[in-house]
């Protein structure tokens, strides 16, 4: 027996009072029937319901029948098949106790209702789609090939097919098209929905697109059906004058298999939108102390300032890392700090790089840069730095890497990292990977060039201790 569309003839209707019929428990036949597969739920069917099934686009409602949760609608054949959550993790127990197994005593009184909120948001979305593809039709000839509602926005697919003068959307289109779905809202025309037993009656009404069905037809006109804004097969549900959808506003338009599909709002959550984007641009407009107007051009003003000034700082870093190669360059050219601190700390000492006299190591006073050098088969070269990122020492290595021999260390003091650099000898990747671990650190690298990288600086200069001390 089908099941009596009470929203068929009152879409304002919330709820009523049904009789149940049946109640469908078993698994395998409930995954026949297309009910969705999760645990503990039945379906109930009914004389007659509120509730809207899923179908042409538009999602099911959800509600209630009698005490039970309705998380799923749909249809088969004439009769709709409302989805409930059952409180027990035995459904059949439950079954027999509330006398729900039995076609004889499951027939009783029950009360229905929708989640209204949702199903008058789902009717502003379903009329504000009409009335928008209506506007794409009857401006340049834009067919609806495709309709998708989700919880917040819709998607509605349009090919211009029909007048060649119309071969892609320009924005002036899409605002026209946009602007004049708006007024029809505005104008609060009627929207009248029509039951036709037969095809050949449904047909002669203006309708946008060609009929897909043969009988038992739904046509919905948004305005009079002689001048109608719209006019199409549908079997949704509508608000009964346009006014109730308040506002459409399209969100984004892109190119989709050949079609143009537009991102849409309407109604409650073309509000919810405008309430969102209103709160972000008044904060940008603190922000940049201007108005919605000039937002825009302010923040294009201080981008170029941002741009500026990277570029000031990509210029002074290059000219920095210049220097320093040349300071590391020196250090290991002919008769370069290196080579004197090799012949022992006293012939070290003249340099501009302070020496501490009588120890076989050289360090300048801040401790930024330390050799050690003498009686040692590998020398290493430790420069510190707090400006530079690891990222620059990285340039400043390759710079620098023909020049080094033995082992150079590049400390990003800020970031707890150093650069291993070498020839090749001693191998800075294998440097890392054998002892950076044993001090928390992490890193990698290949032979010439390794990153290893600390959480804690002492971690950090334990690791750089380990490594002169291994490096004889
Ligand atoms: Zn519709």
Known sequence: MKT??????????????????????????MTELGAKKQENTFLVVLDRTVFFPEGGGQPCDTGFVGDYPVFYVFEKDGVVYHQVSAPSTDIAALMRNAGLDDPETVR???????????????MQMHCGEHILSGMFYQEFGGVNRGFHMGDDYMTIDINLEERPEFTEFTQEMIDRAELLANKAVWSNVPVTVLHFDRREDAAAMPLRKALAIEEDITIVCVGSPENPADCVACCGTHPKTAGQVGLIKIIKAEAYKGMTRFTVKAGQTAFADFVLKHRIVSALGAQYSADPTQLMEKIKVQEN???????????????????QADVIEQIYSPGGALERGRAGAGSAGTDSIGTSAGSCSSEDSD?????LACGRSVPVVTMRYDYFSIDDLQTLGRRTADAVSGLLILVAERENTALLVSGGQPDCGKLVRENAEIYQGKGGGNAT????IFSRAENLDTYLDLIEKHLR
Request: hydrophobic share 35%; with cysteine.
């Open 305 to 323: 300032k941002n741009g500026a000034v990277r570029k000031e700082l990509y210029d002074l870093k290059k000219t920095l890392i210049s220097r």
């Open 449 to 452: 060039l390794a990153r290893a």
């Open 367 to 371: 401790g930024s840069v330390r050799i």
């Open 4 to 29: 009596i569309k009470l929203y068929r003839e009152d879409v304002d209707l919330r709820q009523c009072d049904s009789t149940l019929l049946a109640a469908v428990y078993d698994r395998g036949e």
């Open 108 to 122: 009783r009184p029950v009360h229905c209702q929708i989640d209204w909120n949702r199903r008058f948001l789902h």
